[in-house]
């Protein structure tokens, strides 16, 4: 049936050593775009990883009164989504943030597992009572849920710190390649900056119920999710050719796609979500290819029509790209290549008519680690000459701001300084030297 295609099984590969985890073949297969989800089972066994090291317990003992943002949540069932009263199903998400701490949560954690176990033993005896209700009366629970009891959820925990969360971040350093956090031939790791979440791990604690709004990942890289357990955790994903479809829902039901918070309704989408108390790790990889690179400069380039801030630097990140790496597929660096003719073009233009029209452009340099600057009104990407106030300036704190935005506020530039960080010269030697690399050498078959 024509149905059963749209939600077709999930590619799960199972492993049974190390030598399964970096079989060249498994990082192809997880890269693949005919491939958009991969659920591999045994990671952790087959690398002898330590996941207790993420448990709720060793990460209270570890650092007690580290920041976790809470999100309110109602407990809904796990394919649907409600509102408060339970008589209607609807698109948006709703949960209210705060902030605890991890050995409070731990406390919370605990304490719905205990509770539930109560309501569970409740159940048991009222089974008999249940059974003999009538069709009638469970068609009408069946049209309304609830109400719901309210969960709390513990997202987004910062796991950057490498000094309170070295013994964590050591352990997923055993894992291959194409999945860690910092890799060469991951594009992330080339952005030359802290993105929390992207090129950081971030944690997340949960009880049944708990809930990740429907989302795209930031400029459509990759997710890497790992469930620490001990209970089953769900991930329900879209294909990226389908972002459109879910565009069109959202509009529909008054929600921002990229911005807002929502969860499809099941009658227009196949949905599921977290079972079980666990604990999930989280982040993201770009992966060394032609495919990923076009979706993160195709969503960077949607995000600016949308005025949504682009958490990855494109065009910062490609300028690294070019420096550090050496790329041999020929699609990915006529990209990066197109990418960087383009900014040099537009910023040696930007730049004579400033200097026509009499305008200085003040040399100001990049420090080491610096970030990427973003227009504080419309939240562009600013690359190379950032227009800032001279009141900010004379402080030597910043306000960046693109030109357009910029000659909104003064036609002339007259309250503005322009900063240039780059030389003309430095960037042409980057562009000249980017070339296109020799093919890596074919991977030994299988029967040497």
Known sequence: MWEDKLNPPTPSIYLENKRDAFFPPLHQFCTNPSNPVTVIRGLAGALKL???LFSTKTLVEANPDHLVEVRTQLAQPTDENWDLTGTRKMWRCESSRSLTTIAKYAQYQASSFQESLREENEKKGQKELSDTESTSSENLVRRRKGPFKHIKFGTNIDLSDERKWKLQLHELSKLPAFARVVSA??????VGHTILGMNTVQLYMKVPGSRTPGHQENNNFCSVNINIGPGDCEWFAVPEPYWGVMNEFCEKNNINFLMGSWWPNLEDLYEANAIGWCNNIAWNVGPLTAYQYKLAVERYEWNKLQSVKSIVPMIHLSWNMARNIKVSDHKLFEMIKYCLLRTLKQCQMMKEALVAAGKEVVWHGRTKDEPAHYCSICEVEVFDLLFVTSESNSRKTYVVHCQDCARRGSSDLDT????????????????DQFTLA????PLPSSSS
């Open 50 to 52: 330590d996941l207790g």
């Open 438 to 441: 020799p093919p890596p050498p």
């Open 416 to 431: 503005f300084v322009v900063l240039e960080q780059y030389k003309m010269e430095d960037l042409m030697q980057v562009y």
């Open 185 to 190: 031939g991951n594009l992330l790791s080339h």
